[in-house]
């Protein structure tokens, strides 16, 4: 699986962006999937996670009710919404697919077989 994520760049704070992860290779239809973030300084964080039935989601608590994860599975592509963007956002996005799911290590990096290149985002103040 080769995923390639997109749609990073330069925000104002309260802005929004949605960036993209397109898989080729394999369908995604029954991989976990993750947006994970690396602000600059930082360990690797664990964003968002959304199941292969496309229903069942997780998020970290400090983008809850403001960040969106969502899967097209016609397309292959997974998505993350972000809204009411600020400036401890920034950070290089990765997404990540996991061949099974698991309710208590869907945050967890090794639990994740393939990865993404990453996609900036900046918010300025």
């Known amino acids: 699986v080769q995923l390639q994520a997109s749609g990073g760049g330069l925000v104002q704070a309260g802005g929004s962006l949605r960036l993209s992860c397109a898989a080729s290779?394999?369908?995604?239809?029954?991989?976990?999937m993750g947006w994970f973030r690396q602000a600059p300084g930082e360990d690797r964080e664990f964003v968002a996670a959304?199941?292969?039935?496309?229903?069942?989601?997780h998020y970290t608590d400090s983008v809850k009710d403001r960040f969106t994860i969502s899967r097209d599975s016609a397309e292959n592509t997974v998505y993350l919404q972000m809204n009411s963007l600020k400036p401890e956002d920034t950070a290089v996005y990765y997404c990540?697919?996991?061949?099974?799911?698991?309710?208590?290590?869907?945050?967890?990096?090794?639990?994740?077989?393939?990865w993404g290149q990453g996609t900036l985002v900046t918010v300025s103040s």
């Open positions: 959304i199941r292969g039935n496309g229903v069942t989601t």
């Open positions: 290779g394999r369908t995604l239809s029954n991989y976990l």
């Open positions: 990540a697919a996991g061949r099974y799911y698991s309710g208590t290590y869907y945050s967890q990096q090794q639990h994740y077989d393939h």
